[in-house]
């Protein structure tokens, strides 16, 4: 990873926080993880990704990251919906599209 992708998203992310603060969907965002059936929902999914990317060892390793990659900037992208930031999902889509591209 270079130091460009990541400087880019520490801007992305700072921003995206920025605009959550100063517009109180912060609050929204809070309640979301406070819903326990959403908690725990999120906790399968970071199980999950752990899994996938430390312990899987099959022959469709590369085809199931991959998967799940792709599963990660949807589930960020529906978080992202649901706060009514929905500008902030072209720019997550481009730069996870131009640093990550193969």
Known sequence: MNYKFILT????????????????KYKKLIKLFFTPA???????????CI?????????????????????????IIAILSSLDISTTVFWLIFIVSYYLSD
């Open 9 to 24: 998203t520490f801007i992305f992310l700072l921003l995206t926080f920025r605009h959550l603060y100063l517009s109180n």
């Open 38 to 48: 959403w908690t725990i929902s999120f906790i399968i999914i970071v199980i999950w």
């Open 51 to 75: 899994y996938v990317f430390h312990f899987y060892n099959e022959n469709d390793k590369e085809k199931i990251k991959e998967s799940t990659k792709k599963a990660i900037i949807g589930f």
